[in-house]
């Protein structure tokens, strides 16, 4: 069964200490890798998409690197503003449902 | 803004009710997807339409349907509602079948069911 985790669950950064969330996968191939950030009561938005281990993306403070089995989404000098939930998704190489992780909650403090 | 319109933005109804709720995608995209989120729970995939026709099915309850229309925008009819079907139901569109692309979410309806 594909399945994808996230860790930790939650993360309290003091404003500018940088920090890795964790995404870890377990998919029969992977067709893509995607990271989005959500804000409470609102729409995921779309952040990075990783096709094959070793990619790398980078935008603004957040860089989102792949492995075979995990990705991580480095986030660095964080602010308040990048509090958010952010999540995971796999897409399995056997078809095209996208399966999500539970998130990471980060809250900046400043 | 994702360019995918999501309506109504909020609903409230009674148990035993049906509603529906209403998706146009980007402009461009043929795939539309239906995804519900729980309080406390993760993005849970529903169902997935690509140009009209129904693509890939996830946990949709029997209760649920939805379609695809000419025009390429979609609608998620809920039916005998449950105090447990208040979620918040997002819809999302890609380019293609999906395979690969990117898949871009609206802004979510809030339907609570009391």
Redesign the interface.
């Known amino acids: 069964e594909d399945q994808v985790t996230q860790s930790p669950e939650a993360l309290r950064l003091q404003e500018g200490e940088s920090s890795s969330l964790n995404c870890s996968y377990t998919v029969s191939g992977l067709r893509g890798l995607f990271w989005y950030r959500q804000d409470p009561g609102k729409g995921p938005e779309f952040l990075f998409t990783l096709y094959s281990a070793g990619e790398e993306k980078e935008k603004e403070r957040l860089k989102a690197t792949l492995t075979k089995k995990e990705s991580f989404l480095h986030i660095t000098a964080p602010k308040p503003e990048d509090s958010a939930t952010y999540l995971c998704a796999v897409q399995p190489g056997s078809g095209q449902n996208f399966v999500f992780g539970p998130g990471t909650r980060l809250s900046v403090l400043p | 803004d ?1 360019g ?1 319109t999501q309506t109504p933005k909020h609903l409230i109804t009674a148990t035993g009710q049906r509603v529906t709720l209403r998706c146009s995608p980007r402009s461009g995209d043929l ?1 539309v ?1 239906w995804y519900q989120q729980s309080l406390d729970q ?2 849970q ?1 529903l169902i ?1 339409y690509y140009n009209g026709e129904e ?2 099915k ?1 946990n949709i309850l029997e209760r649920f349907s939805a379609q695809q229309f000419p025009d390429l925008h979609s609608e998620l009819n809920l039916s005998s509602l449950e105090l447990g079907d208040s979620a ?1 139901y ?1 819809c999302a569109s890609s380019r293609g ?4 692309n ?7 309806s ?1 339907l609570t069911v009391v």
């Open positions: 994702s995918v795939s997807y993760g993005l995939f997935q693509r890939a996830g918040l997002f079948d999906g395979s690969g990117t898949i871009y979410f609206g802004e979510g809030w």
